[in-house]
């Protein structure tokens, strides 16, 4: 049996496991990111978290980390607003500090390449996912081409479609982005715009029976998140569209509604599978090590 470690970089947290052969986790570690205090001590943080691991017995690692990733060479070449980490080779600085081979992919690749490889997706071909937690990644999957990375590896950034021209600023620098409508940001800064007050999405949406201004924010969120999943099913035409990330832990409260509006606005609704992932955690680290066994075959 081969294994590999599999590395989550998140914008709080670092999860890290050693992954078999069949997807499995043998042994999983979690330690705080601290991203505020500089990309060397992001890097300190790594490396514990892999040498809590018994990393010498993984042929390869496989790292998930949030940004425009250049997974040839390893380079964040764009990390929007964290601090540091734009330029990073990051295969690089990690090969520093362990005999692996170390392979570098975007986050929401690595979450797709999970679900594609034992979660929602591992029945279909041709897929689309997006992931809505703060913010809203994408990624692009065909049998024939693999990944879609894109010519400035940008390929599948799903979140920075337009939903609403000259809408609300965008952290990518956009008006009117997805995700400043459809992540959790998004939920949040709808009721701001309605009420004045900060709440979380999850919050909104348990309040959605009580407050009229929540149940206005979760019917808009509704309609919005149906007309992107519209757009994506006409643009890509995927067999399915798999919807992960940490919002989907509300979708006991959205997730109907959601696909009711679809029906109404899409036209070919039925010709795409909209199904929620299977993994939403550990998707990280199980699809980073997915991308370490597939490449340290390849090289």
Known sequence: ?????????????????????????????????????GREVVLSNIKKAIYKLPYKNAKAIGIGTPGFIDSKNGIVTFAGN??????????????????????????????????????????????????????????????????????HFQGGELGHMILYPNGR???CGQNGCAEAYCAGSGITSSYFEKTGFTLSGEEIFNRADIDEKAKEVLEEYQFNLANYLSSLRNIFDPEAIIIGGGVINSKNIWWDGMIDQYYKVC?????????????????????????????????
């Open 1 to 37: 049996m081969e294994y590999v470690i599999g590395v989550d970089v998140g914008g709080t947290k670092i999860n890290a496991a050693l992954i078999d052969e069949s997807g499995e986790i043998i042994e999983k570690v979690k330690i705080t990111t601290d991203a505020d205090k």
């Open 82 to 151: 964290i601090e540091g980490r734009t330029g990073l080779n990051l295969k690089k600085a990690v090969e520093e500090f362990v005999d692996k081979e170390v392979f570098v992919e975007n986050d929401a690749n690595v979450a797709l390449l999970c679900e594609k490889w034992v979660g929602s997706a591992k029945n279909y071909d041709s897929v689309v996912m997006i992931t809505l937690g703060t913010g809203l990644g994408g990624a692009i999957y065909t049998k024939e081409g693999g990944l879609l990375s894109g010519a």
């Open 169 to 171: 600023k965008c952290t």
């Open 267 to 299: 036209n070919k609704p039925d010709a795409v599978s909209v199904i929620p992932a299977t993994y939403l955690n550990d998707s990280g680290v199980i699809g980073a090590g997915k991308a370490a066994f597939d490449r340290s075959r390849n090289v």
